[in-house]
């Protein structure tokens, strides 16, 4: 059984930082490309970042030079790591895979405001 639990989200001011985590279970975590995800309330769900299985990385323009997408195959785990946090980042944010078929987090929670 495929899982991926994120962990971190939370309630941050304008400008600050969050660490978003995913732990994978159920795959050979290390052959694959993790993404995360986010939906805004009444928005599509729009990709923020993916780290291939070689590392290979893109960032969503919204998000270049403030977030940071990284893997620990050693743990199974992704992360988020952002700055500069504006309001238009707030929405939940989803862990997300493709191992044969589409894998999703429950989702965490991630509000900016003052």
């Known amino acids: 059984q495929v899982q991926l639990v994120e962990s971190g989200g939370g309630l941050v001011q304008p400008g600050g930082s969050l660490r978003l985590s995913c732990t994978v279970s159920?795959?050979?975590?290390?052959?694959?490309?993790m993404a995360w995800y986010r939906q805004a309330p009444g928005k599509q769900r729009e990709l923020v970042a993916r780290i291939t299985s070689g590392r290979r990385i893109i960032y969503v323009d919204a998000v270049k030079g403030r977030f940071t997408i990284s893997r620990d195959n050693d743990k199974n785990t992704v992360y988020l790591e952002m700055n500069s946090l504006q309001p238009e980042d707030t929405a939940v944010y989803y862990c997300?895979?493709?191992?044969?078929?589409?894998?999703w987090g429950q989702g965490t929670q991630v509000t900016v405001s003052s």
């Open positions: 997300n895979t493709n191992a044969a078929q589409w894998y």
């Open positions: 159920g795959i050979i975590f290390s052959i694959y490309h």
